[in-house]
């Protein structure tokens, strides 16, 4: 059949037409180097070319069939809307256009449609889990891995797969047991330090060791190994490679250092043997003790502390015995602190001085009552005294001036003005109080009717 057609664009694709209606082949590999268009013998019979145009010279040069022009060009996905990505961009045509049958056909059963699936249907049909189209090698497999019942940590991920899955290396990966003696039988045999199968330890390794190393195993004891413990070999607790039933009071190992503590001495004193009621696991020093039940008579074993102390002089103060009034720590004798019960008055009688020589402001010229606790209302300090007017002159416009904005003698405090800040003059004020009875140009008369500085 001869075409005739002046557009190449259609000639390439009558060319593509006719490809289509023929199979993919299974990729057998060829020890030569073959174009991507050309063919090689042992691939089989050439494509018929029935349909394709007379015209040979739109594809082949010269004399040889075997070599198609140079300038040849067939753009895949734009000819037939199906791209040719990594690999197969490069493959030769004949690999899937042959005399065997309609590629599309076997196009559409996916990779098992060119590829045997050397899993053997173990892995399932999706070959893009594992594989893209640039190579057979697969990516990714211990994130794939780790979505099994076995994640790949420690040493198990760089592990080749064979250890565990006979067959691997030919792409056979049959479930097998996770257990660990499954593949740790010899690492248990050889395990003699403790001997492990002397003490029928023969399963359930991960309840000691981690999947990082075999070294550094660690046993989780029904108390925790902490502090000193924590490094400590264990045929020092566990006595001629005896596991079952060792003491596990602190007294079966530290008898002799019980015995032999002086500061104090245990012994004659008859501590108790619970060494962890003082003692922690990191160090014999900075025993802390608790007594339970005495909560008071502290003075019966600190009286000598009590008559030492000068700052304040307790005895010539006549403080009380009872120490833990203020003294609320058994570590320290510092940071004592009182709390006065019922006295919530009468301060002066214990802070005339304070009073007599404050100056900011001065107290007695200024007349100031003597009831401290009407403006400090700390206990723990002076300053941060707040006053409250009777009246709530601290409101509004007024709430956030000074003392001396008003009182503008700072010796005498109960004298004020209200008519230097405001601006109103005399006769404008007389004006509109006229028809007010005793009204008075005078910062009391002001005050007087205006006790939160608003109209009344």
């Not at 029904?222 to 005896?242: E, I, N």
């Amino acid at each position: 059949m001869t075409v005739t057609d002046s557009n190449p664009k259609h000639t390439r694709a009558a060319l593509l037409v006719v490809g289509l209606s023929y199979l993919a082949l299974a990729c057998a590999i060829s020890s030569e180097a073959v174009p991507q268009q050309g063919w090689w013998a042992e691939r089989g019979p050439v494509v018929p070319h029935d349909a394709f145009p007379a015209d040979c010279s739109i594809c082949h040069e010269g004399a040889d069939w075997r070599r198609i022009r140079a300038d040849f060009e067939f753009d895949h996905e734009l000819e037939t809307g199906a791209p040719l990505e990594g690999a197969h961009e490069s493959a030769e045509c004949l690999r899937c256009h042959n005399d065997r049958g309609p590629v599309a056909v076997f196009a559409r059963r996916g990779c098992a449609g060119c590829h045997e699936d050397v899993h053997r249907t173990q892995l399932g049909q999706n070959c893009e889990t594992c594989h893209d189209q640039q190579n057979w090698h697969p990516s990714e497999q211990i994130a794939i891995h780790n979505r099994t019942r076995f994640p790949l940590v420690g040493a198990h991920a760089s592990s080749p797969c064979w250890r565990c899955h006979a067959g691997a290396q030919i792409g056979n990966f049959d479930r097998t047991d996770t257990e660990c003696i499954r593949c740790h039988a010899d690492d248990l045999a050889r395990a003699t330090t403790p001997a492990h199968l002397a003490q029928g330890w023969v399963d359930g390794c991960d309840r000691c060791h981690i999947p990082t190393t075999w070294a550094g195993a660690g046993f989780n004891h029904a108390w925790p190994l902490t502090g000193q413990h924590a490094g400590a070999l264990c045929t020092a607790c566990h006595l001629g490679g005896v596991y079952a039933g060792t003491p596990n009071q602190c007294v079966d190992c530290h008898l002799p250092e019980y015995q032999g503590t002086t500061s104090p001495n245990h012994a004659s004193n008859s501590f108790p043997t619970q060494c962890q009621d003082c003692h922690g696991t990191s160090t014999w020093f900075g025993a802390s003790f608790v007594h339970i039940g005495i909560t008071g008579n502290c003075v019966s074993c600190h009286l000598a502390e009590y008559n030492g102390t000068t700052n304040p002089n307790h005895t010539a103060g006549g403080f009380s015995t009872t120490c833990e009034n203020c003294h609320s720590s058994t570590t320290t004798w510092y940071g004592a602190s009182f709390v006065h019960v019922g006295i919530t008055g009468n301060c002066v009688s214990c802070h005339q001085s304070e009073y007599n020589n404050t100056t900011a402001p001065n107290h007695q010229a200024a007349n100031f009552p003597t009831t401290c606790e009407s403006c400090h209302f700390s206990t723990n300090t002076w300053f941060g005294a707040t006053f409250s007017h009777q009246f709530p002159i601290g409101s509004g416009k007024h709430k956030n001036l000074s003392c001396t904005d008003c009182h503008l003698n700072p010796t005498n405090y109960q004298q004020f003005s209200c008519t230097h800040c405001h601006e109103h003059n005399q006769q404008d004020m007389w004006d509109e109080h006229k028809s007010e009875p005793g009204y008075a140009w005078t910062s009391a008369a002001c005050y007087s009717c205006h006790p939160n500085g608003q109209a009344p």
